[in-house]
Nanobody, 111 residues
Framework: QVQVVESGGGLVQPGGSLRLSCVAS???????MFWYRQAPGKQRELVAV???????NYADSVKGRFTISRDNAKNTVFLQMDRVKPEDTAVYYC??????WGQGTQVTVSS
C-alpha cells in the first residue's frame, strides 16, 4: 500500500512563507492529491486539492496565499504557503485517494 510522508513544517512569523512537501512511496499519477489541516480543538478541513490533470482548488481562507503543485516524476505534492497568518497554525496532512493519510507536519505561525 502506498504511504505518504509530509515534511517542511515549522515555526514561521506572520507574513512569512513555508513550503510543505508530501512524498508518496508509489506513483501519484492519475490521482488527485489533497492537503488538509487540523487546528487544536477544530475539525480537520480541506485546504487545497490538485487533480491528476493539474487543476487546483482552495479553501476560501487560503485562496490567493497558498499554492498546491505536483511533481509526478518524484511522486511529490507541494503546498507553498505565503503571507501566512496565525490562524494558519495547524497540523497539515497530505491525503492520497481519500483514505491514505500521512503523519502530518506541524505549522506554527507566531511572532
Amino acid at each position: 500500500q502506498v504511504q505518504v510522508v509530509e515534511s517542511g513544517g515549522g515555526l514561521v512569523q506572520p507574513g512569512g512563507s513555508l513550503r510543505l512537501s508530501c512524498v508518496a512511496s508509489g506513483s501519484i499519477s492519475g490521482n488527485a492529491m489533497f492537503w488538509y489541516r487540523q487546528a487544536p480543538g477544530k475539525q480537520r478541513e480541506l485546504v487545497a486539492v490538485i487533480t491528476s490533470g493539474g487543476s487546483t482548488n482552495y479553501a476560501d481562507s487560503v485562496k490567493g496565499r497558498f499554492t498546491i503543485s505536483r511533481d509526478n516524476a518524484k511522486n511529490t505534492v507541494f503546498l507553498q504557503m505565503d503571507r501566512v497568518k496565525p490562524e494558519d497554525t495547524a497540523v497539515y496532512y497530505c491525503n492520497y485517494r481519500g483514505y491514505i493519510w500521512g503523519q502530518g507536519t506541524q505549522v506554527t505561525v507566531s511572532s
